[in-house]
């Protein structure tokens, strides 16, 4: 396959670094879901860890690192999702945590990062104005700036789920992955062209937020002025360009789906399979939503990044009434 940033043997030593509980998670057959979808349907399971999310694979090689250098302070911006992991791991090996972060992100998400005992930045913007403020810090202090899906470990910790899924894969057709960053896409991505090349890996992105879409489509960076979408752990305006050029060469399709569709997905695996995750997580159920055609017949399998919602719009979502915490 053509060269990307990634190294597969890398991935593979990654797997002696990241801590066990975010390895080996649940991968399965969920048939109740294959009705509804006209498909097979095997879902990779990364919410069951305590981050609630597969971001803790890339965040452990990056606090690893840190510590074996001396490094004692790191900064990063997250939607939520990658603070939550950068505090898990750096709290483990004594490392000093800075979030930036939206004020806009789901409160729990925010709420979590404080838990783990990180700094916690709030900006009044979205999350790439959440990364201009991270790397100012960096400068200022002279601390190590986490950019996630730019950093190469971010993408091989996330690899390691392709390494999973590449065991797997003779019984697959397609990966179904959700686009943000692109540390994931990448990542699985450049495991399974390597591994598992009859795999068509597809990458799924809301299209309230297209901008990694729209810069695959037309191989050069594409930038969008606002997002408009409840997924909010993949919408971001400015792609990076050498996560562009990997994904080029990794992804064989990249679709946009609509926001009923990505809340059906999320009805769906509540219904039918009893998972509670967030919208970004249902970025594949919704893709099969919009085009049964293309995968009657066929088996997928989706991963399921996330976990981490706000109970309250979820409920909405889900057409429920939220609780009453008073």
């Known amino acids: 396959m053509p060269e990307t940033r990634l190294d597969t043997a890398r991935i593979r030593a990654a797997r002696r670094v990241i801590d066990p509980v975010f390895l080996d998670t649940p991968l399965y057959r969920c048939e109740a879901l294959e009705p509804g979808l006209g498909c097979a349907v095997s879902v990779k399971l990364e919410t069951a860890n305590p981050v609630r999310s597969f971001k803790g694979r890339g965040t452990e090689l990056v606090a690893s690192l840190l510590a074996d250098a001396g490094r004692r302070a790191v900064v990063c911006a997250s939607a939520g999702n990658l603070g939550q992991a950068l505090a898990w791991s750096g709290r483990g090996r004594g490392l000093d945590v800075t979030v930036v972060a939206s004020r806009f992100a789901p409160a729990a998400k925010l709420d979590r990062i404080r838990a783990l005992d990180a700094r916690l930045e709030l900006v009044d913007g979205d999350f790439d104005t959440a990364r201009e403020r991270a790397a100012a810090i960096a400068r200022h202090d002279g601390v190590r700036l986490v950019e996630d899906s730019l950093d190469i470990e971010t993408c091989e910790g996330a690899a390691t789920i392709g390494l999973e899924l590449a065991d797997a894969a003779p019984s697959f057709d397609a990966v179904l992955i959700a686009l943000g960053g692109g540390a994931m896409a990448t990542g699985v991505g450049h495991v399974l062209k390597a591994l598992a090349p009859g795999v068509e890996v597809i990458c799924v992105q809301p299209l309230g ?118």
């Not at 509670?276 to 919009?290: F, K, M, R, T, W």
């Open 209 to 326: 937020a297209p901008a990694m879409t729209y810069s695959w489509r037309r191989r050069q960076v594409v930038t969008t002025d606002s997002t408009d979408t409840i997924a909010d752990g993949v919408a971001g305006r400015r792609p990076i360009p050498a996560v562009l050029d990997d994904l080029l060469l990794v992804a064989d399709d990249a679709v946009l789906v609509r926001e009923s569709s990505i809340i059906a997905g999320m009805r769906m695996l509540l219904d039918h399979a009893g998972l509670v995750v967030e919208p970004s997580a249902a970025l594949g159920i919704a893709a099969v939503l919009e085009d049964r055609a293309r995968f009657a017949g066929k088996h997928v399998a989706t991963i399921v990044c996330g976990g981490n919602v706000d109970m309250d719009a979820y409920l909405r979502w889900m057409g429920t009434t939220p609780i009453d915490r008073t």
